[in-house]
């Protein structure tokens, strides 16, 4: 009996380590989608897991900023490398059942890191980042570091950008925590910078419960394809017309 219980310990125990062995073998690679940004805009990444192991592996954490499973390393112009210890504003627990990634498969998703960015892209220059993922056993991989150039903000960019480091606090995101009255007078003060379009859709997600026809108003103004949250917007706009039909 002791050595069958004795053969079973040593069947799971290798069994997982086989396991942790295929983990650490998975692929992380990230992608900055936006190679070139302003300071304080929020940038947008895709990171992909990739299975190149020959067999199926079970994850158990999701590609999202919002978990503890996805890490950012961030090297400063000057070599200085820091690591945030949160990457959204809504941080926490998030339901993730473990998931098989078959052979020659990917899990991938797309994030955006906007949270306190004004404490690790402080000032224009060329940045380099990386991502890190890790499973529920603490086990860790990384990708290859990215470059990401910070712009120095011109023309009306400038105006906006001093206006939103003067009101942006170290503990929120940009417009995320903005009341609606100032996305309101950001977007009429500054309507052609770049930043403006974040504003819009902020208040787009704000209105499109309890005021519709303003929600649609914002969204409309979207027009620019490469904007990282055109898809939701586009989406968005097609419930809005549905549901304003059936209103009138």
């Not at 499109?208 to 490469?226: G, H, L, P, T, V």
């Amino acid at each position: 009996m002791k050595k069958i219980l004795l053969l079973t310990i040593i069947a799971i125990l290798s069994f997982s380590a086989f396991g942790q062995r295929k983990f650490e073998n998975l692929t992380l690679s990230l992608t900055a989608l936006k190679s070139e940004v302003l300071p304080l805009e929020p940038i947008p990444f895709k990171l992909m897991l990739t299975n190149n192991t020959g067999a199926s592996v079970t994850v158990d954490g999701s590609l999202s900023f919002k978990t503890a499973s996805v890490g950012l390393e961030i090297k400063k112009p000057n070599g200085k490398i820091v690591t945030p210890t949160q990457l959204s504003n809504v941080s926490g627990r998030t339901i993730f059942l473990p998931k098989d990634i078959s052979a020659g498969e990917a899990m991938e998703s797309t994030q955006v890191f906007d949270f306190m960015s004004q404490a690790y892209f402080d000032k224009a220059g060329e940045y380099q980042v990386r991502a890190s993922y890790k499973n529920g056993a603490g086990k860790l991989i990384k990708s290859e570091w990215v470059n990401l150039t910070i712009a120095e903000p011109r023309g009306m960019d400038k105006a906006a950008y001093e206006l939103l480091s003067k009101k942006v606090s170290r503990t929120y995101s940009p417009f995320t925590s903005w009341e609606t009255e100032d996305l309101e007078e950001f977007v009429l003060q500054h309507p052609g910078t770049t930043y403006a379009n974040y504003a819009r859709y902020r208040l787009g997600e704000r209105y499109f419960e309890r005021d519709k026809e303003k929600a649609e108003a914002q969204f409309r103004q979207i027009q620019d394809s490469n904007f990282i949250y055109f898809q939701d917007v586009s989406e968005k706009l097609k419930k809005l017309e549905q549901q304003l039909k059936k209103e009138n």
